[in-house]
C-alpha cells in the first residue's frame, strides 16, 4: 500500500504562481511513476502531468506545458508541483497519484490516490 498526502493548495490571483507537494509513505518510492490530476466540479478527473520513477522523463498536458513543472525527490519521498502563470481555469482539486507502470496518463492507470488538494484562481 502506498499512501500519499498532498499539500500545498490554496486562493491565488490569475498570473500568480503555488507550488503543490506529495508525500508518500512507502520504501519504494522510488519504483513508482508519479502523476498529478485535477477536477473541476461536474467535470472527469483529468491528467496533468507525471514523471518517472527516476525524473528522467516527464509529460504534460498541453493545457499545462510551459506553465507547470514537475519534479520529485526520491530521498524524501516526495513529488511537487510547481505551477505558475495561473488561469482561472486552472481551478480544481489536485491529486498525486502513483502507479508501476512506466508510462501513465490516465485515471484508470494509478493504483494509488491522495485525497486531494483545492486550487482556486481568482480573476
Known amino acids: 500500500q502506498v499512501q500519499l498526502v498532498e499539500s500545498g493548495g490554496g486562493l491565488v490571483q490569475a498570473g500568480g504562481s503555488l507550488r503543490l507537494s506529495c508525500a508518500a509513505s512507502?520504501?519504494?518510492?522510488?519504483?513508482?511513476?508519479m502523476g498529478w490530476f485535477r477536477q473541476a466540479p461536474g467535470k472527469e478527473r483529468e491528467f496533468v502531468c507525471a514523471?518517472?520513477?527516476?525524473?528522467?522523463?516527464?509529460y504534460y498536458a498541453d493545457s499545462v506545458k510551459g506553465r507547470f513543472t514537475i519534479s520529485r525527490g526520491n530521498a524524501k519521498n516526495t513529488v511537487s508541483l510547481q505551477m505558475n502563470s495561473l488561469k482561472p481555469e486552472d481551478t480544481a482539486a489536485y491529486y498525486c497519484?502513483?502507479?508501476?507502470?512506466?508510462?501513465?496518463?490516465?485515471?484508470?492507470?494509478?493504483?494509488?490516490w491522495g485525497q486531494g488538494t483545492q486550487v482556486t484562481v481568482s480573476l
Open positions: 497519484a502513483a502507479t508501476l507502470r512506466p508510462i501513465a496518463s490516465t485515471v484508470g492507470e494509478y493504483d494509488y
Open positions: 512507502t520504501r519504494t518510492f522510488g519504483s513508482y511513476t
Open positions: 514523471i518517472s520513477w527516476n525524473g528522467a522523463s516527464t
